[in-house]
């Protein structure tokens, strides 16, 4: 990692506490407070400096970000040239629950207001975050995360800056994304970069299959089995109708309309799909999409294991770094490890073990007594 050259950008008071900050995040059990990161990272200094680094710390965090996106996006397009793989943009969001406070708090959370949650299927209290990975085979890389500010950019236009942020690349490049996000503006940021689109769609879009125009749920309950291909995505059998022309939101694409395989062809059980590039068969688009999958599981091991969502400072400020830093500490898992969140999390507690036993030897073998180690390692 010397030659991320963080030195050029950060004051070494900077890097020390990006430091600290990253050892604490990836501890075993970070519950997501700065207790945790001033007690695992054994910070000398008191834990207030870590609050303050956030809160009013003389440093731009915008150098982390432009650091990870250009980690990410190397080693995903050197991953795709190795491997003649396509480069995939992940695009999603995610809420980051809070507890909603009284109207007597006089130091309330900022930023925070209601947001819908995929997982829960209802509205929570809290923040939202967009993210953006970068994929290339099995190699996952964390490449941008924004705060979602009700006063501020919609989350379509932080999907919009995050897709532009993505260098242009002489591989294939596909924007993967649910149904929330291919709006006419992402669509046209994409097609802009060189970008194609896969992504899921709501079936009340319009569509005109022989110039008539329908939504997709009302053409639907037209169809029947000799109208769809069979195709197999893994283990899973679907009944596809497939159709190419024009939509509400694009002049030609390639649109979808699935089943699984058996279960009939209740509109109210189609899935829809989108895509812009429409050489593409069936299968490969499907097997495609089925790729943003990465970000579901990469959102469940920020929050499980990097307390992605259980950060407890309070000004936006603080907020975002704090997320910039998780960005940054998720990049340096996935890096160390090939592309692997996860096993890159695992091989860190690893490597923590090792460090702490080797210091303690070390300390016995120079004379140090028993509680001088245990007062050292905060545990006397």
Known sequence: MAEWKLPLYFSKPALHHIKHFVDGMLSTGFTGTLTDIHRESLQERDRRTLSHFLTHGNWDDSHLKR?????????????????????????????????????????????????????????VYGHAVVQTLLRSGDQVFPFATARY????????????????????????????????????????????????VISGLKTNRIFYPQGIRQSLKDFASYISKTDTDLVTIGSSDYRVYRYEGKLNVVENAALLLCWKDGEGFDPKHMKAFLSTDVFLSNVEILSYYS??????????????????????????????????????????????????LIDGIHGFHLQKKHDMIEYIFNQAQRGATLEQIKTRLRVA
């Open 67 to 123: 650091l990870v996106q250009r980690v990410a996006f190397q080693q995903t397009e050197a991953c795709a040239r190795r491997e003649g793989s396509p480069v995939f943009v992940i695009l999603d969001d995610t809420v980051c629950e809070k507890t909603k406070p009284s109207s007597q708090a006089t130091h309330p959370i900022q930023g925070a207001s209601f947001q819908h949650s995929h997982l829960r299927q209802r509205h």
């Open 149 to 196: 500010d009700p006063q501020g950019k919609s989350k379509i236009e932080l999907a919009g800056d995050m897709i532009q942020a993505v260098p242009m690349s002489s591989c294939r490049t596909y924007v993967l994304m649910d149904s929330w996000y291919p709006s006419a503006s992402v669509l046209q940021t994409c097609a802009e970069r060189g970008f194609h």
């Open 291 to 340: 790729k943003r999958w990465a970000i579901e599981t990469y959102f469940r091991t920020a929050k499980v294991q990097l307390a992605m969502d259980r950060y407890q400072v309070r000004s936006v400020q603080a907020i975002d770094r704090y997320l910039t830093l998780l960005l940054f500490a998720a990049l340096c898992c996935a890096y160390r490890s090939h592309g692997s």
